[in-house]
């Protein structure tokens, strides 16, 4: 199995920026399509953005589009999500997961929890107003 590893997560003001990182070993990470979701208290898994095997397309929620970027570096088997413009009610655990079907032609791709295959244990991020 492949271990992924969230980071970067932290306490921000409203308005503020964080960075969080996806790691894995292996070399298989840069043929993997990488998502990020979100679960709040009381909420139900939410999805937040997606990025295929090679960055070249990437997808997001409306709730975040125009504020978090989703980015990958696969020489360092790394993803990425820029939050921008933190609003409270992104705090949240924030998971990476990856999709061994590396690539999607649809416009609705990655958007569902139950299409991933690895899932790493997630990074807390609260926002205070």
């Known amino acids: 199995q492949v271990q992924f590893v969230e980071s970067g997560g932290g306490l921000v003001q409203s308005g503020g920026s964080l960075r969080l990182s996806c790691g894995a070993m292996?070399?298989?990470?840069?043929?993997?399509?990488i998502g990020w979701f979100r679960q709040a208290p009381g909420n139900e898994r939410e999805f937040v953005a997606a990025?295929?095997?090679?960055?070249?397309?990437?997808y997001y929620a409306e709730s975040v589009k125009g504020r978090f970027t989703i980015s990958r570096d696969n020489a360092r088997n790394t993803a990425y999500l820029q939050m921008n413009i933190l609003r409270p009610e992104d705090s949240a655990v924030y998971f990476c997961a990856a999709d061994i079907l590396g690539d999607c032609s649809g416009n609705d791709c990655y958007t569902g929890d139950d299409e991933y295959d690895y899932w790493g244990q997630g990074t807390q991020v609260t926002v205070s107003s």
């Open positions: 292996g070399p298989t990470f840069s043929s993997y399509a």
């Open positions: 990025i295929n095997w090679s960055g070249e397309r990437a």
